[in-house]
């Protein structure tokens, strides 16, 4: 199968540190090349892949001082992937929505992966506007704000099953918040739930712009260096070791979680997840098995000694089970397939009955001018 994978121009493919959907979609394409199907990229001229890469910037955007609006270099890789439309068989965007006018003529043959929230109210107008796109969305929790759009199903986000080595004997001894410093991911909570079990907190995490007061007026007053450390955002080479040292993965979110790429990737290194019932959560983390699901700081500390007490191998076993990039690919490729199944073709009653009446020993004249009289 020949496809076109289109992701954001704001990270690399794979991102260099912070990135989610871009590591998402480097995952899936590089599974689709080794499962032998022709993929073609469409990402920063930066990224790193086994399939054919189309440079729709020269850098990833958020790296690169000189780009001001990002809008202009999206426009341009929107044209270039409209110039090879021809070439795929399916055409798979990672880019929300902003493809939806251009491609619109192509829609039996998109897909679109829906990578944020969807609750918000501005984002009803445009999916009713575009019934026909086909949808993807990364959990079912995510999708639950928009029952009249077109979704084809739910695909969890998935991992290289030797991504990340599992740690079964881990001698870190402190819990990890790994992500983004923002309110929505709930820091405080973090350090709130160390401070009062008395475990050291190592918190690994990139401060946006936007989230830059956030963190200088609440966060970083927090911090002690002791107990509660910021050793700021780290790389895909330096993950797994922070998780798989990690006694636990804190996951404090207060957001309608999309999915939440940090839980499995904890999972990978056989790291037990505590989280806050929000989102996604309920679908990702199974609560006694590989984590536990909470409601309150309250019942984060309390739970946290039950959590530590989880079997690292049956959390490793459970990723392997439910979240690789193979289980992943599969289920896009079901979905491509369908999409590209032809539509039977509709056959008007009136053809129905003229091909009846003939099968009975009329003429196709005396069976059209029948057909034509009970139409009148």
Not at 98 to 126: V, W
Not at 299 to 305: I, R
Request: aromatic share 8%; charged share 25%.
């Amino acid at each position: 199968m020949k496809i076109a994978q289109i992701a954001p121009l704001f990270e690399s493919v794979p991102p260099r540190l912070y990135g989610g959907t871009e590591r998402v979609v480097s995952y899936l394409t590089e599974e689709l090349v080794r499962q032998g199907h022709e993929v073609t990229l469409f990402a920063s001229g930066d990224s790193i892949t086994s399939a054919e890469l189309v440079a729709c910037a020269p850098r990833a955007l958020r790296l690169d001082p000189d780009v001001r609006d990002p809008v202009p270099h999206i426009m341009v890789m929107l044209d270039k992937v409209r110039e090879r439309a021809d070439d795929f068989d399916i055409l798979h965007f990672h880019i929300d929505y902003m493809h939806f006018p251009l491609f619109r003529g192509d829609a039996a043959r998109s897909l679109t992966t829906l990578h944020g929230r969807q609750d918000l109210q501005d984002h009803m107008p445009l999916y009713l506007r575009f019934p026909d796109m086909p949808l993807v969305s990364i959990s079912n929790a995510q999708r639950a704000p928009l029952p009249r759009a077109t979704f084809a199903g739910t695909v969890h986000h998935g991992l290289p099953l030797d991504l990340h080595k599992p740690t079964f004997a881990p001698k870190g001894g402190y819990l990890a918040f790994l992500g983004r410093i923002s309110p929505e991911k709930r820091p405080d909570r973090a350090i709130e739930i160390a401070r009062r079990s008395g475990l050291p907190l190592k918190i690994a995490a990139k401060v946006d712009k936007v989230d830059a007061a956030y963190f200088r007026d609440v966060i970083a007053p927090m911090i002690d260096g002791k107990q509660i450390e910021y050793i700021g955002e780290i790389n895909e080479a330096s993950k797994g070791e922070f998780l798989g040292q990690a006694a636990a993965l804190l996951f404090p979110i207060d957001w309608p979680e999309p999915f939440g790429l940090v839980m499995i990737e904890a999972m990978a290194c056989g790291t037990p997840v505590l989280a806050f019932r929000c989102g996604s959560v309920p679908e990702i983390i199974e609560d006694g098995l590989t984590g536990r699901i909470v409601s309150s700081i309250d019942e984060a500390v309390a739970a946290l000694p039950a959590v530590l007490a989880l079997d690292r191998k049956a959390v490793r076993a459970r990723f392997e089970e439910r979240f690789s990039s193979a289980q992943m690919a599969m289920q896009y490729l079901k979905i491509y397939q369908k999409l590209r199944k032809p539509a039977a073709p509709k056959v008007h009653a009136s053809a129905v009955a003229a091909r009846a009446v003939v099968s009975n020993g009329h003429t196709r004249e005396t069976a059209m001018s029948s057909i034509q009289r009970e139409l009148s």
